[in-house]
Nanobody, 115 residues
Framework: QVQLAESGGGLVQPGGSLRLSCAVS????????MGWYRQAPGKDREFVAN???????NYADSVKGRFAISRENAKNTVYLQMNSLKPEDTAVYSC?????????WGRGTQVTVSS
């Protein structure tokens, strides 16, 4: 059984930083795109960033220049470095992974930006 394990959320002050991690475990053939989405209270889930197996990266306009996504293929792990955090970044952040016959969502990790 393939599983996702997310970590790194928490409470941080405006302007602070957090690093999220999402590791894939289990038996699978290959991973293509790894990414992050977020859902704030009362809002729809929205795309944050993703990275393909070739290293192509996409960001939502709202996080460009502040967030950085990366992946470590040997560990089947994707990271989201979040800098200059704002209160509007407060949300549950979920990892999404797809590949050959594979589409998984993580349970999510809470990120709260507040003074």
């Amino acid at each position: 059984q393939v599983q996702l394990a997310e970590s790194g959320g928490g409470l941080v002050q405006p302007g602070g930083s957090l690093r999220l991690s999402c590791a894939v475990s289990g038996s699978f053939f290959s991973i293509n795109t790894m990414g992050w989405y977020r859902q704030a209270p009362g809002k729809d889930r929205e795309f944050v960033a993703n990275i393909t197996s070739h290293g192509w990266i996409n960001y939502a306009d709202s996080v460009k220049g502040r967030f950085a996504i990366s992946r470590e293929n040997a560990k089947n792990t994707v990271y989201l470095q979040m800098n200059s955090l704002k209160p509007e970044d407060t949300a549950v952040y979920s990892c999404r992974v797809d590949g050959a016959g594979l589409l998984l969502w993580g349970r999510g990790t809470q990120v709260t930006v507040s003074s």
